[in-house]
């Protein structure tokens, strides 16, 4: 019997064996990988067989941390700290008087577009905004695997609003039918109450879900928090017993031995953001401190408005240039940050299925041509650098297929689900909508 897909003759990349790459061959099967092996794989043994010769083959990656609704103010944060973009753009109260239900849903999928076409397969999407059933929806008709995060507030900009336990119970089966993670949205470090977090994390074990809070993310925030509880957030919520498993703390840049710690002891996964901290000045985070405890580190592109772009291959380069300034030359390795970007991304939400490429794992795969003089010379063997490669050379531009489970999402660059073009439209006339609102 053929299989379904055959990559054949590629560079096969992935943490299962330590990231030691040697010339091999992937097949799928539904939405499986069914076979990994050396060398390459007859035309006859396909139903679709694709000459995967001058490409790297690696395991899809994981954005950790994302805001959709963002993609449509892309730039408009430009050369402002978070801080200031509060008090700048307060007045307008834009995120709700300059943008609609139908503006988010289509903000929301041209960025699971972006990812797609620059190689991610998986991506939480921390929603502002919850659109009910569309939220669930516009992921999926994108082709993107993910996670979901429904807020515990009816309204984040209100505190002490909150969305009935019934809703969040029905929100979760409906990412369940559609394959998607459900997962807590929780408070701001500005709004911490002794008994709501732990009211929170209680719910979320309740509903079995995860659970993922902005975490120590800038100095203000933190300075809050110690005015208020004499204390810094992490110990905080350890304190109350609110660190637990199934959660995810998003940037986590302030933080002391003892604190990342509590977080390692606790099966905290810290999911950070290095360049969007970087542009909107909220500091680096000791995230070597974070790797030396065990804590289990991810990697997210955070929202347009801060970052500009959801490529995760920028993210990688970032990351470990930022750690090799700042804390050593060898403090953080490319095969460090691959595990970040992959199968550590899958552990902070639950899922041991995917990450790598191994037979049995979800089909979730990328293709990267690497036939370029960005990437030249490739080398096998004592010399190899082919993780150097993807981790300094590669961008998302260099992503020519995507399977998600088994489906060619992205097949020769190009998103075979949804017509990004108009994406494109539908998002610029709501931008420039919000862009004429602000003057």
């Given at each position: 019997?053929?299989?379904?897909?055959?990559?054949?003759?590629?560079?096969?990349?992935?943490?299962?064996?330590?990231?030691?790459?040697?010339?091999?061959?992937?097949?799928?099967?539904?939405?499986?990988?069914?076979?990994?092996?050396?060398?390459?794989?007859?035309?006859?043994?396909?139903?679709?067989?694709?000459?995967?010769?001058?490409?790297?083959?690696?395991?899809?990656?994981?954005?950790?941390?994302?805001?959709?609704?963002?993609?449509?103010?892309?730039?408009?944060?430009?050369?402002?700290?978070?801080?200031?973009?509060?008090?700048?753009?307060?007045?307008?109260?834009?995120?709700?008087?300059?943008?609609?239900?139908?503006?988010?849903?289509?903000?929301?999928?041209?960025?699971?577009?972006?990812?797609?076409?620059?190689?991610?397969?998986?991506?939480?999407?921390?929603?502002?905004?919850?659109?009910?059933?569309?939220?669930?929806?516009?992921?999926?008709?994108?082709?993107?695997?993910?996670?979901?995060?429904?807020?515990?507030?009816?309204?984040?900009?209100?505190?002490?609003?909150?969305?009935?336990?019934?809703?969040?119970?029905?929100f979760a089966d409906l990412c369940r039918i559609e394959g998607l993670v459900p997962v807590l949205g929780s408070i701001s470090e500005e709004?911490?109450?002794?008994?709501?977090?732990?009211?929170?994390?209680?719910?979320?074990?309740?509903?079995?879900?995860?659970?993922?809070?902005?975490?120590?993310?800038?100095?203000?925030?933190?300075?809050?928090?110690?005015?208020?509880?004499?204390?810094?957030?992490?110990?905080?919520?350890h304190a109350e017993g609110a660190l637990h498993p199934g959660m995810i703390g998003s940037h986590a840049v302030y933080a002391d031995e003892?604190?990342?710690?509590?977080?390692?002891?606790?099966?905290?996964?810290?999911?950070?953001?290095?360049?969007?901290?970087?542009?909107?000045?909220?500091?680096?985070?000791?995230?070597?401190?974070?790797?030396?405890?065990?804590?289990?580190?991810?990697?997210?592109?955070?929202?347009?408005?801060?970052?500009?772009?959801?490529?995760?291959?920028?993210?990688?380069?970032?990351?470990?240039?930022?750690?090799?300034?700042?804390?050593?030359?060898?403090?953080?390795?490319?095969?460090?940050?691959?595990?970040?970007?992959?199968?550590?991304?899958?552990?902070?939400?639950?899922?041991?299925?995917?990450?790598?490429?191994?037979?049995?794992?979800?089909?979730?795969?990328?293709?990267?041509?690497?036939?370029?003089?960005?990437?030249?010379?490739?080398?096998?063997?004592?010399?190899?650098?082919?993780?150097?490669?993807?981790?300094?050379?590669?961008?998302?531009?260099?992503?020519?297929?995507?399977?998600?489970?088994?489906?060619?999402?992205?097949?020769?660059?190009?998103?075979?689900?949804?017509?990004?073009?108009?994406?494109?439209?539908?998002?610029?006339?709501?931008?420039?909508?919000?862009?004429?609102?602000?003057?």
């Open positions: 019997m053929a299989f379904d897909f055959v990559l054949s003759g590629g560079i096969i990349l992935s943490a299962h064996n330590g990231y030691e790459p040697f010339i091999g061959s992937v097949a799928v099967e539904g939405e499986r990988i069914a076979l990994v092996k050396p060398g390459t794989i007859a035309h006859a043994e396909a139903k679709h067989w694709i000459d995967a010769a001058g490409k790297i083959i690696l395991p899809g990656l994981v954005n950790a941390h994302c805001h959709g609704d963002m993609t449509l103010a892309r730039g408009l944060g430009d050369d402002l700290t978070l801080l200031e973009q509060i008090q700048r753009f307060s007045d307008t109260n834009w995120f709700y008087s300059l943008i609609s239900d139908d503006d988010r849903f289509y903000s929301r999928q041209l960025t699971y577009a972006e990812a797609l076409l620059s190689g991610t397969t998986f991506l939480c999407e921390n929603m502002y905004w919850s659109l009910g059933a569309r939220s669930v929806a516009a992921m999926a008709q994108t082709g993107i695997q993910g996670a979901l995060c429904e807020d515990v507030r009816a309204d984040f900009s209100k505190p002490g609003t909150f969305v009935g336990d019934d809703w969040l119970k029905a709004d911490f109450d002794s008994a709501l977090v732990r009211q929170i994390a209680e719910k979320a074990k309740t509903l079995g879900v995860p659970e993922t809070r902005h975490l120590a993310e800038n100095d203000w925030r933190v300075e809050m928090v110690k005015e208020k509880f004499g204390t810094t957030p992490i110990r905080f919520l003892a604190e990342a710690e509590l977080l390692a002891q606790n099966g905290v996964s810290v999911a950070n953001t290095p360049l969007c901290e970087c542009k909107i000045a909220d500091g680096i985070a000791p995230i070597p401190m974070y790797l030396r405890h065990g804590v289990n580190v991810c990697l997210g592109t955070d929202g347009a408005m801060w970052n500009n772009s959801s490529d995760l291959f920028r993210e990688m380069k970032g990351m470990a240039l930022l750690h090799a300034a700042t804390s050593g030359i060898r403090a953080i390795t490319a095969r460090d940050v691959l595990n970040m970007a992959t199968v550590n991304g899958y552990r902070a939400f639950g899922i041991s299925d995917a990450g790598t490429l191994e037979a049995g794992q979800r089909a979730n795969i990328i293709l990267l041509d690497a036939a370029n003089a960005h990437m030249a010379p490739l080398r096998l063997g004592k010399y190899e650098n082919i993780a150097s490669a993807v981790v300094y050379c590669a961008t998302g531009r260099d992503v020519t297929d995507v399977f998600v489970s088994g489906r060619h999402v992205v097949e020769r660059g190009q998103l075979t689900t949804l017509d990004v073009s108009k994406l494109i439209s539908r998002v610029t006339e709501a931008s420039n909508k919000i862009a004429e609102g602000l003057e």
